[in-house]
């Protein structure tokens, strides 16, 4: 018993016993929570900013995509519809909290949250979310933590300034296409060079004007009595190779846009390209604040500053975040990110901590070494195809009981290609890594050419993988969309190896002839 | 390290705009589901809010999407029976159409997108598009109507009212004013001394100086003494009472009880009148309604007596419109009262009653009425009565209309398009 005592820090006394919060207690229970992940665990995080919000703010918060400035479209208020709908016939709870990428990371708690709730959520959000923002490589080369709000105003006055000057119709129409095209607004394999939002809002005029003066340059029209000018044509196809960032594309190339057209353009892209990497990262970052919270207020327990019902409450709330609801059951909507994403890094710890035989060969490196380095190495230079990839241990798979079914169009029935056991784990990890993989997710779809010297009209391609087709009807919206930014004719060419098997034209072609 | 805002107190309709915008762009969806809402809902709650239900293609928002087909393998959790090569029959429906449903990740098996109009909003697009005929017509002084307006600068008032303005301008005047003489003299005095300083030192010199001396001072301290603020300074701020035009209206709700009014025709009579109450209190500050029953003969009843209680026995119209007639002598006099009617009835009347309603209509009523219209509830053919006022409509198409009901689906389409905006008009 004495023994006992003297391996643990004496047990302090509880912070608070009640389940009411005021200001003080978050402000004493965020210091204490600090503490513990700064010094104990050596989170690195953002200065924090914690605001209380009431749930019609949190609505707001919401259909604003978390964005806490935001231009005016009708989208953001058609999910505040949605959102306000579904809350107040009690079938949707609100999130706890919601986190912003920004520094500092500003963090929304519900006034409605009890004492042990804004706990949990300041664990989850301010040092979890938090730290995977700091430290994760895709936001360190993507994002600009402390320009994001910055621009975002300059966006929402930039927006708004256009709709004063051109009508609230005209800049609708405009977002309302870039918005169709917004997945395909990123660079994937490029690296960007960060650019503050100070330095943005000046070269914003500057670029008005060389852009216009260059797109001009690329449409000019020679004159038709050049003989060697002909002989040209075929030679040379624009752009020399195909174009992922159809955006980007768009508001460098586009014949037709007018320069504000093109800021708002790029300003859709921007915001595509800040949302990239949460979408690439479900799981990590879920998983991640949900191993940090589920951790944080363990040790704080440990050390006697919450009580049992305390505790009680904040498990009862984390197994509801957690659950993963079997396939068949009606409840079944895909794999639950922060279930899986828990589950994974509270595996990696214990295969660090205890390994078994099957751990060492599975993963030579990690097993038996320090579990904090491990974690945070994997936090920061993974994302969740590769992170699944890597990590995804047996007792996952076991513990989840995941299984891969192979649906083939040509075939009458489904096939369940691996289950949970020696031969498939393999496999599941491979298939799983590959569905979090967003080029593999998403239609691959690349600006082919633009027909520089000829009808003006812009080709894309869609190359198939697997014979997946396009779904055809949303298709052929996004390049009514599309062909709004054009301007001229837009065709979509869907390729499977090698070969156009599919071919979408807006306007619809009427007497195209068939080869 | 952390900051702790409470941002409670901020606006919470951040949404409003985007809501707004998000309305206006599916007006048209919306204003069919309130047509449909309108014909379903009961009477008692026309001022309800609305659920509005849009199909979900209508809302979409494109994105390239795969389609079903193709070959793909899906990682499930939560594996009971299945072991590695076993083959399962397609379950019905899914048809490898997975990818588009999860990539929208908006609720499964949600088809349609389904909202609150808040009973504004919803009565907006209840009544948008519809206007009151000849409400331009009369545009009326009431009595007990008033605004409170500015009237100019006044020296007396009420504390509360000060206007410190003019107050301030007023003293720096009275300041001035009554100054202006010491101020010259000083100046000259002033001028006088410094003149003398210059001088050679001399007896008289000394003497003239200490004279001028005390005289200057007497008269800074006049000066001085001159109050900065007197109460004949300060001005108020002065406010009359405006009498404001204001539109009134009152809505006769005329409708046969005789035995061969069902209580279905009842009601749909009561869901017109419903509407039409709703709308007039929309365009009017001030709308009274009042309800006249008849058989043989007309009464002044209540609301409740007027759509629940049952008699029987034949049909005279004309005495309910007699009765209407005068009611409004009485108690609205048409140079003051918008005057609406509306009559309900099965068309059943004694054959030589309605030459009669016919001509108290013409020459009493239209004449002080805004609009007056009739609906005849009757499945079947038009009675005695439809043929006398078709007439009559075509003699004065502006004032008087009708149309026929037959069943609750017509109610609200025959309000429209009583109430209907007439281009020419405007």
Not at chain 1, 448 to 459: M, P
Request: proline share 5%; aromatic share 10%.
């Amino acid at each position: 018993m004495a023994d006992h005592d003297t391996a643990r820090p004496a047990r302090k006394a509880p912070l608070s016993e009640t389940s009411e919060w005021n200001f003080d207690l978050i402000a004493l229970y965020d210091r204490e929570i600090a503490r513990i992940a700064h010094d104990r665990f050596g989170l690195d995080t953002f200065p924090n900013q914690i605001e209380v919000i009431s749930s019609e703010q949190m609505m707001d918060a919401y259909s604003s995509v978390g964005m806490p400035v935001g231009y005016n479209h009708w989208s953001f208020g058609k999910q505040f519809v949605e959102v306000e709908n579904l809350y107040r016939r009690g079938q949707m709870g609100l999130a706890y909290e919601i986190v912003i990428n920004s520094s500092p990371c500003i963090a929304y708690l519900m006034e409605e949250n009890t004492m042990p709730m804004q706990a949990l959520v300041i664990a989850h959000a301010c040092y979890g979310h938090n730290s995977f923002f700091k430290g994760n490589y895709l936001f360190r080369t993507w994002t600009d933590a402390s320009a994001i709000i910055d621009y975002l105003v300059f966006a929402r006055h930039y927006i708004a300034e256009c709709e004063e000057r051109h009508g609230v119709e005209a800049v609708e129409q405009i977002l309302d296409s870039c918005h169709a095209l917004m997945n395909y607004g990123v660079d994937r394999y490029k690296r960007p060079n960060p650019v503050s939002a100070e330095t943005e809002r000046n070269r914003q005029q500057e670029r008005e004007e060389s852009l216009q003066k260059q797109v001009s340059e690329l449409w000019k029209t020679f004159p038709a009595m050049q003989p060697d000018i002909k002989r040209r044509k075929s030679t040379q196809r624009y752009p020399s190779e195909p174009q992922e960032n159809l955006l980007y594309f768009i508001e460098k190339n586009a014949p037709l846009l007018e320069p504000w057209q093109r800021e708002i353009v790029r300003i859709v892209r921007k915001m595509a390209q800040y949302f990239y990497p949460q979408r690439q990262t479900k799981v990590m970052n879920e998983g991640w604040a949900t191993f940090w919270h589920y951790t944080l207020l363990h040790e704080m327990y440990d050390e006697g500053l919450v009580t049992e019902g305390f505790m009680l409450e904040f498990l009862q709330s984390h197994a509801q975040v957690v659950y993963q609801p079997p396939f068949d059951s009606p409840q079944y909507s895909g794999i639950n990110p922060y279930a899986l994403g828990f589950a994974m890094f509270r595996d990696l710890r214990r295969i660090c901590e205890h390994p078994t035989e099957e751990d060492r060969i599975w993963f030579p490196d990690i097993a038996g070494s320090d579990w904090l380095g491990t974690l945070k190495f994997a936090m920061q230079s993974f994302k969740d195809e590769s992170f699944i990839q890597q990590f995804l241990s047996p007792s996952v798979i076991r513990d989840l009981k995941l299984f891969a079914v192979l649906d083939d169009d040509e075939e009458a029935n489904l096939e369940i290609r691996a289950i949970h056991n020696e031969r498939g784990y393999q496999q599941v990890r491979q298939m799983l890594s590959e569905q979090y993989n967003l080029s593999i997710h998403e239609p691959n779809i690349q600006v082919y050419e633009a027909a520089v010297r000829g009808d003006r009209s812009l080709t894309l391609q869609h190359v198939r993988q697997d014979r997946r087709p396009l779904a055809r009807d949303k298709a052929a919206d996004v390049l009514r969309h599309l062909h709004r930014l054009w301007q001229f004719d837009v065709h979509l060419e869907s390729v499977d190896q090698g070969r156009v098997v599919e071919r979408l034209s807006i306007p619809a072609a009427t007497e195209e002839p068939q080869p | 390290m952390s900051f702790i805002v409470d941002r409670r107190l901020n606006g919470k309709n951040k949404s409003t705009i985007n809501r707004q915008r998000f309305l206006k762009r599916y007006r048209e969806h919306i204003r069919d589901a309130v047509d449909d809402a309108v014909n379903q809902r009961s009477i008692r709650d026309m001022e309800r809010g609305e659920r509005i239900i849009i199909p979900r293609k209508n809302l979409n928002e494109p994105q390239f999407h795969h389609g079903a087909g193709g070959r793909r393998t899906i990682v499930h959790p939560g594996n009971r029976e299945f072991q590695q090569g076993d083959t399962i029959a397609r379950p019905p429906g899914s048809g490898g159409g997975d990818g588009g449903d999860k990539a929208s990740n908006q609720g499964d098996g949600m088809d349609d997108f389904a909202f609150e109009l808040d009973p504004g909003e919803f009565l907006n697009f209840l009544f948008e598009g519809l206007a009151l005929p000849n409400l331009v017509k009369r545009q009326l002084q009431g009595d007990t109507h008033s605004r409170i307006v500015h009237g100019g600068i006044v020296s007396q008032g009420n504390p509360s009212k000060i206007n410190i303005v003019r107050s301030m301008r007023q003293a720096s005047m009275r300041r001035r004013a009554l100054s202006a003489a010491a101020r010259r003299r000083l100046r000259d005095l002033q001028a006088e001394y410094d003149k003398l300083l210059n001088e050679e030192q001399s007896i008289t010199r000394q003497a003239r100086l200490g004279e001028l001396k005390e005289q200057i001072e007497r008269l800074e301290r006049r000066i001085k003494g001159i109050p900065y603020l007197d109460t004949v300074d300060l001005r108020y701020n002065h406010t009359v009472r405006q009498p404001v035009p204001m539109t009134r209206a009152v809505m006769f709700c005329i409708m046969d009880v005789s035995g061969s009014m069902s209580q279905e025709m009842k009601e749909l009579a009561k869901r017109f009148f419903l509407l039409l109450y709703l709308f007039l209190q929309r365009n009017y500050q001030h709308t009274e309604v009042v309800f006249v029953r008849h058989h043989t003969s007309a009464k002044e009843v209540d609301e409740e007596e007027f759509f629940y209680s049952r008699e029987t026995g034949g049909t005279i119209v004309s005495s309910a419109l007699r009765l209407t007639a005068d009611i409004i002598r009485e108690r609205y006099p048409e140079d003051r009262w918008n005057i609406y009617a509306a009559q309900a009835s099965d068309g059943d009347n004694w054959n030589d009653d309605s030459p009669a309603c016919t001509k108290i209509l013409l020459e009493e009523l239209l004449p002080k009425m805004q609009y007056f219209s009739y609906v005849e509830i009757m499945p079947r053919r038009h009675q005695a009565l439809w043929e006398s006022y078709k007439q009559l409509q075509q003699s004065m198409p502006k004032v008087f209309a009708l149309q026929q009901i037959d069943g609750p689906g017509d109610i609200y389409p025959v309000f429209r398009e009583l109430f209907r905006q007439r281009l020419e008009e405007h």
